[in-house]
């Protein structure tokens, strides 16, 4: 990970020169309230440190966004003040693939807000969209008028306004925040943003970690050439994402041997997504609804993730390794691809491509022996796009894409050290292997030996009733 320091443009520049300017919020206005910080990068940036904190004396163990960073706020009369800008972002989701979003502050999704238990909250939202917004504080315990929903609880914010929201954040826990107005539209373009309220003093229920990620599930339907997602479609979307950010542009997360890792995920898409980690078990420990009863608590190495909820995965990191940690719909973990593809698996065409090509030069052969090979096949991309599946690890292909990154825990990674330790390098003989043998007479020589005859009633001999649509 590298650690690009935060544009501080906006901290120095005199109020006139600010960005802010184009709005209709006054100068006066302006000097009022804190700056806007601005994100440049979409690498995942070092945990931020408060004003007047040096060494280990944070008061909480911080959190990392992974590809995301945690907004600066200033204090004022004992309140923690922040300034989210709602505006159009340019998001890069993998090296060379650029979106046109909406965001907050330079991103999509916006900065982490990061507090203390009891902390009195002050947040000034500065629409710059070209329609009106608000911001929904999902989760929290707050004053009916500060929750967010445009028409409800608020007018909404027209565009070139600031509007201020101001409450304790009363339970310790994992919340996030994205608009309640044009609701559909705006959280497909990307705007959304995490919240983590750390406890203010021991709780019976929550860990103290030493690392502690979060990250949102997101979606969009981007067509591949084109920039700037369609926000009509409902379910399918091409591009699965965490923090709008795709495979190979997820960053790893990293633990040293021992320690105790929570991860926070919420999920902002129209579907539900099965986060499984590969090599440990863990256990969810709590929800948006705060922490989990011990009692209610059990080892996992999947949990469901539905619309709209948020959950925290715990585990220890002892078992060192690159452990694959994915969506686990296989769909979510492919770069943008059709789905109206015929099936050819079994069919030899072998004889009909050279008059198929004479009709039409562009024509390939794919999919005759499983689709694998598209890891590697030399296929012209639309500019700014993905391929359907990429990424490459020490020992081929790694044929994923979307919502997938891996998990790397290390004897060596220092206590807070983030940056990737490359790859994992097995002992001696601990790596599956290929046999000395022909591989056309193992199979055959296994049916000869076990065969399987269906038994009435036996799920081999049984038809599914009705076989469901193709839904994901
Ligand atoms: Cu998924």
Not at 390 to 393: A, D, I, K, L
């Given at each position: 990970m590298t650690h690009h320091p935060l544009n501080r443009r906006h901290f120095f520049a005199g109020a006139a020169a600010s960005a802010l300017a184009a709005t209709s919020v006054s100068r006066v206005a302006l000097a009022a309230i804190p700056e806007a910080v601005q994100q440049a990068s979409a690498d995942t940036a070092a945990p931020w440190t408060p004003p007047g904190v040096t060494g280990a004396g944070r008061p909480y163990n911080p959190v990392v966004t992974l590809n995301g960073w945690t907004l600066p706020w200033r204090m004022k009369d004992g309140v923690k003040e922040f300034h989210l800008v709602a505006e159009p972002v340019v998001r890069e989701m993998a090296p060379g693939f650029l979106?046109?979003?909406?965001?907050?502050?330079?991103?999509?999704?916006?900065?982490?807000?990061?507090?203390?238990?009891?902390?009195?909250?002050?947040?000034?939202?500065?629409?710059?969209?070209?329609?009106?917004?608000?911001?929904?504080?999902?989760?929290?315990?707050?004053?009916?008028?500060?929750?967010?929903?445009?028409?409800?609880?608020?007018?909404?914010?027209?565009?070139?306004?600031?509007?201020?929201?101001?409450?304790?954040?009363?339970?310790?826990?994992?919340?996030?925040?994205?608009?309640?107005?044009?609701?559909?539209?705006?959280?497909?373009?990307?705007?959304?943003?995490?919240?983590?309220?750390?406890?203010?003093?021991?709780?019976?229920?929550i860990h103290e970690v030493q690392r502690d990620y979060c990250f949102l599930l997101n979606a969009f339907d981007v067509e591949p050439g084109s920039m700037t997602p369609q926000v009509n479609t409902m379910l399918e979307q091409n591009i699965w994402a965490w923090n709008s950010r795709v495979f190979p542009g997820i960053t790893p997360l990293v633990a040293r041997q021992g320690e105790r890792v929570r991860v926070r995920v919420g999920n902002l898409t129209m579907t539900n997504h099965p986060v499984h980690i590969h090599g440990i078990e863990f256990e969810v420990t709590g929800t948006d609804g705060g922490p989990t009863p011990t009692g209610a608590r059990w080892p996992e190495v999947t949990a469901d993730i539905a619309v709209g909820q948020m959950r925290q995965l715990e585990f220890i990191a002892d078992e060192p390794g690159d452990w694959a940690m994915h969506c686990h719909k296989s769909h979510h973990t492919m770069g943008p691809m059709g789905h109206a593809v015929p099936t050819l698996i079994g069919a030899d065409h072998r004889g009909l491509v050279a008059p198929l090509q004479r009709a039409n030069p562009d024509y390939m052969v794919m999919g005759e022996r499983g689709m694998g090979d598209m890891g590697q096949m030399p296929m012209e991309l639309p500019a700014n796009t993905l391929p359907m599946m990429?990424?490459?690890?020490p020992y081929g292909p790694i044929e994923m894409g979307g919502m997938f990154t891996t998990l790397k825990v290390r004897a060596d990674q220092k206590p807070g050290d983030y940056s990737d330790p490359g790859d994992y390098a097995m002992p001696a003989g601990t790596q599956a292997r290929l046999i000395d043998s022909d591989s056309t007479e193992a199979p055959a020589a296994e049916r000869s030996a076990t065969p399987v005859a269906p038994q009435p009633g036996s799920a081999s001999a049984r038809k599914p009733a009705a076989s469901g649509g193709h839904r994901h």
């Open positions: 979106v046109n979003m909406w965001g907050y502050n330079g991103q999509s999704p916006g900065p982490t807000i990061e507090v203390v238990e009891g902390d009195r909250v002050r947040l000034y939202v500065s629409n710059r969209l070209p329609e009106h917004t608000t911001v929904h504080w999902h989760g929290q315990r707050l004053p009916n008028g500060m929750d967010g929903v445009a028409g409800l609880n608020q007018p909404a914010i027209p565009p070139g306004k600031t509007c201020v929201y101001e409450f304790t954040a009363r339970r310790p826990g994992t919340f996030m925040y994205h608009p309640h107005a044009d609701e559909m539209v705006q959280m497909a373009m990307g705007m959304m943003g995490f919240w983590v309220t750390h406890p203010k003093q021991k709780h019976p229920l990429t990424g490459t690890g």
